[in-house]
């Protein structure tokens, strides 16, 4: 199970269609399935000024053919992301599937790429159903059971012919591991019974007959095992007993003796390792970089080894020689954030996600001669990409003098005077927000003058395993007085009004922005938070049951009465007679993650504050609003919420 991971600062992808929710001479009309209080009416006039901020797009990396030059893309251009083919660089983008909802994850069947597999869910429910499309038809095939069950994970065998992935069909609880033919879904069987929500298979050995399995405890540890795919026996590869050890990025080599994997033991940062099977003595082999290996990946041959490294949020693309042991960085490579590396089979390409302040788009390197390819150009609607505004990083001390940081993206220079703030926090809590594409955040420098922070608190990953658990159980406030600190910068900035301050996030953000709410009421002007957790014992009791104790070993396990009475202390719904502020609240009708009772219950408790209070449900939506049309009203509505809370006199 991978951690969560920002694609960029407060990253959204949000554009405009007319048609998708109704609108009278003066005012935008809500669709049906908006669940609207005390929003007022918006005015036509916003989304007209907004326009252009909302009809840009991205693209992201999916899968290479295994036989041509071409891969196969995630891009929206209607309401939701669907698979596109993409048969040469700067070519047409030639959409594939065609569904209400959006699709994740495709990957092409490995030996003549002659079908496709995906994800799908049904209104952001996260239960993630596996099909199949053929080419030579387009038919689409279901290959999973169709329930209430999250399948996910799919890993294809060497020889093409098989998957193993994860599913929680068995109890709803427990992540187990299954094989299947795609072309013969009646093949499908429990190979391996587990006990935990956070197992996944990372790659079958090159003779197909064991599989590298990752059990996933928490954003500090993981486990690995060997399991055998006749039997279904696994045997530990890491010792049972470790704690706090975090293994990721895992594959065979291509002899089988060996194994190559990150891991951040006897180390602050992760590293790039291999280990014989045999010896299980750890050869660390990019001892030299000082920050995480992000990603890695290996060619067929398994001769090179292609890594990302996180340095302050800037990623960094390596290649690794598994001859020699020796690495070098790919160095034509703009600033920017690099995610999904791919190898296109039997070549030296590498293909990714490069997304920087003006773009996320698709490109690929060639490894021999570092010649960068862009693959896509996506549309940027009416933005012009030399005017968006780039980060510049920002440091400050917290409470206990350990230092923070983040991203500071100013209001556009035509504006003058100190200018309102808007503070965004990430989500996770395991997460980093990174110096990338703002999307229509970008209307809120441009044209309503308003400055963004997106600072990394204490739990941030990229900064060291030690800065990860700085905010775990009873340490959770601590967080939170880094957003104070960041306060305190704020106050000394000549270019920043420090009455008008606005906090916002989402998830895990969301419960900071809450908690800033109320404990820094009279230092803002605003919050706007979504899908946030407002009392961490409701949110534990109510979370679906395979992401339960994930989350219990990060924020604590509220069936110990010592820490219950804690998250009862610090829960915001417990402490909502101190938020004196205006407060919007966003969630979705179907979130698995962070369910809407969240938010009903917020809502509820600060509405008798006297205080403004807007409410926004989208029924068909999960953990946030992923949905066009949602996200264009939301998108409004937020700006009507800065307009009348944060610019206003």
Not at 405 to 410: A, D, E, I, V
Request: proline share 4%; aromatic share 12%; hydrophobic share 35%.
């Amino acid at each position: 199970m991978s951690k969560l991971k920002s694609l960029g600062a407060g990253f959204a992808i949000i554009f405009f269609t007319p048609a998708l929710f109704s609108q009278s001479k003066d005012i935008i009309q809500p669709s049906a399935n908006l669940v609207i209080q005390g929003i007022p009416d918006i005015p036509q006039s916003i989304s007209q000024d907004a326009r252009k901020y909302n009809e840009f797009r991205v693209a992201l990396l999916d899968d290479w053919n295994p036989v041509k030059r071409e891969m196969l893309i995630r891009t929206r251009f209607a309401n939701t992301y669907q698979i596109h083919l993409v048969k040469n660089p700067g070519g047409a983008r030639k959409q594939m599937t065609f569904f209400a909802e959006g699709l994740t994850t495709a990957s092409y069947e490995p030996a003549q790429g002659n079908y496709f597999i995906f994800l799908k869910d049904v209104g952001g429910n996260e239960f993630t159903q596996i099909y199949r499309y053929d080419f030579n038809n387009g038919n689409v095939t279901l290959l999973t059971d169709g329930g209430r069950s999250q399948n996910d994970g799919m890993c294809w065998s060497n020889s093409g012919r098989q998957i193993a992935y994860g599913s929680t069909r068995r109890n709803g609880s427990d992540r187990d591991i299954y094989l299947m033919d795609p072309l013969h879904p009646e093949s499908d069987k429990l190979l391996l019974k587990v006990n935990g929500g956070g197992w996944s298979v990372s790659d079958w050995s090159p003779d197909d007959k064991s599989l590298l399995v990752i059990e996933f405890i928490s954003a500090n540890e993981s486990h690995l095992w060997l399991v055998n795919v006749e039997s279904g026996e696994k045997t530990a590869i890491t010792k049972p007993g470790e704690r706090e050890i975090l293994y990721q990025n895992c594959f065979f080599s291509k002899n089988r003796k060996g194994i190559y994997f990150t891991t951040d033991k006897d180390n602050e940062f992760a590293r790039l390792t291999y280990t014989d099977l045999t010896s299980m003595k750890f050869v660390y082999l990019s001892a030299g970089i000082n920050w995480d290996v992000q990603e890695a990946a290996i060619t067929k041959d398994g001769k090179q080894i292609a890594f990302t490294v996180n340095e302050a949020g800037i990623s960094k693309l390596y290649l690794f020689s598994t001859t020699d042991n020796k690495y070098k960085q790919l160095k034509n490579i703009p600033v920017s954030v690099i995610n999904a590396i791919r190898w296109r089979p039997n070549s030296q390409e590498i293909g990714f996600n490069l997304n920087t302040a003006n773009s996320i788009d698709t490109y690929s390197v060639d490894i021999t001669t570092e010649k960068l390819t862009r693959w896509t150009e996506s549309e940027l609607g009416g933005m012009v990409a030399d005017e968006l505004s780039v980060p510049t990083l920002i440091k400050w001390k917290s409470f206990d003098q350990r230092e923070i940081s983040g991203f500071y993206y100013k209001a556009n220079k035509k504006f003058t005077g100190k200018r309102p703030l808007i503070i965004d926090i990430h989500g996770g809590p395991e997460a980093q927000t990174l110096p990338g594409f703002i999307g229509n955040k970008n209307y809120f420098l441009n044209e309503l003058g308003a400055s963004i922070i997106f600072p990394n608190v204490r739990g941030s990953e990229g900064y060291g395993k030690t800065f990860l658990t700085l905010d775990n159980g009873m340490k959770r406030e601590e967080s939170v007085k880094d957003i104070g600190a960041l306060l305190d910068w704020v106050a000394r900035q000549p270019d920043i009004d420090t009455g008008r301050i606005m906090i916002t996030g989402g998830s895990y953000g969301g419960y900071m922005t809450l908690a800033c709410a109320v404990k820094y009421s009279d230092r803002i002007r605003c919050a706007l938070e979504a899908v946030g957790i407002s009392n961490f014992n409701t949110f534990l009791k109510n979370t679906e049951s395979y992401r339960r104790d994930l989350r219990r070993v990060e924020y604590g396990d509220e069936r110990d009465t010592a820490m219950a009475a804690f998250f009862d202390r610090i829960a915001p719904s417990n402490n909502a007679a101190k938020i004196r502020k205006p407060l919007f609240i966003v969630s979705g009708g179907n979130d698995p993650r962070v369910p809407v009772s969240e938010s009903i219950q917020m809502a509820g408790s600060v509405q008798k504050n006297g205080i403004p209070v807007w409410f926004l449900e989208a029924t068909d939506e999960g953990h946030g609003f992923q949905k066009k049309n949602n996200r264009d009203f939301l998108f409004y509505a937020t700006i009507s919420f800065i307009k009348d809370f944060l610019l206003s006199e």
